[in-house]
């Protein structure tokens, strides 16, 4: 019995020392991995304290806000933050629907789009198609803001101008969604166009129910860039919406900026309120990005 818990010991310790490599860990390779570790966990804690320092400032007064050294934890949780932002004056559930409605059908739009077209540019031979590809691949290179001015005076001369399809329309076409589509369809074998054209397979077919299953991974990337950028997005917003009515999440926000000073303790109430859907697309997507890693390769 004691030489069999011997044994087992000296398995643990060996397997804890190979660090699942196959082979016996150095001492000097254990410092380095150790070292590195401790330096990311400080990067980590240092980008967390941010948002601590959010959610723990929105429960506060405003008297609190700048107190040093800082309370982490209030004494007293003021609740009646949160109702001030969502039913006050300016009522922040407005903002949201907003949001929800401008970002759920811009994210939706890119996502079809983009791998429409990534597919046709990876897997449809025409006349064209790689100089077609780069000279669309080129438009990345021109900046956001030299297209508002044009963006602008179309919209207006569309009636568009004042309108959540002002912020829609553009958002539902981009160039990287489009590239990042093609590079991953590009990766799929082309026996498996082959095969399905041989079985009757039209292009959609190919398309809907062979080729965009096994691009989930991508699919879910796009997905959660999109809905970030498209979320957090202030300048278009600012530029192209006027009533109040039809703010965004990152306009609503400047409610609580006043003339003279800020409503901190309401600001960040607002903010945690707003990073919470952030944070729920991307636990959910996460466990879809992992399941479509694991089921997006060819077995044969």
Request: charged share 15%.
């Amino acid at each position: 019995m004691d030489s069999h818990k011997t044994t087992v010991g000296r398995t643990g310790v060996q397997a804890w020392r190979i660090g699942g490599t196959g082979r016996r860990m150095k001492p000097l390779e254990l410092v380095v991995k150790v070292i590195a570790t401790l330096v990311i966990g400080v990067f980590a804690v240092l980008m967390i304290v941010p948002y601590l320092w959010m959610i723990s400032t929105s429960f506060k007064v405003n008297g609190d806000v700048f107190k040093y050294p800082i309370d982490w934890i209030p004494n007293t949780f003021h609740w009646d933050n949160y109702k001030k932002v969502w039913t006050g004056a300016n009522p922040f559930y407005v903002y949201y629907w907003n949001s929800i409605k401008i970002t759920g059908i811009t994210v939706a739009g890119n996502l079809f789009t983009s791998a429409m077209a990534g597919f046709a540019f990876a897997k449809l031979r025409f006349k064209g198609r790689n100089a077609l590809f780069l000279l669309y691949l080129s438009t990345m290179m021109i900046p956001g803001q030299v297209l508002l001015l044009p963006r602008f005076i179309l919209f207006d001369w569309m009636k568009l101008i004042n309108t959540h399809w002002a912020l829609i329309l553009p958002g539902m076409f981009t160039v990287f969604g489009t590239f990042l589509m093609r590079q991953f369809f590009s990766t799929l074998p082309g026996e498996l166009m082959e095969a399905a054209r041989v079985d009757g397979a039209g292009f959609w077919r190919m398309f809907w129910q062979i080729s965009l299953p096994l691009t989930k991974p991508a699919l879910v990337t796009l997905l959660i860039l999109s809905f970030t950028w498209h979320w957090t997005e202030y300048e278009a917003p600012l530029i192209f919406l006027r009533d109040k009515p039809l703010y965004t999440i990152p306009l609503g926000l400047t409610n609580y900026v006043e003339e003279f000073g800020t409503d901190y303790v309401l600001t960040m109430a607002a903010s945690v309120s707003a990073l919470l859907p952030l944070l729920i697309v991307v636990i959910v997507c996460q466990k879809w990005f992992v399941e479509g890693l694991a089921s997006s390769g060819i077995k044969g």
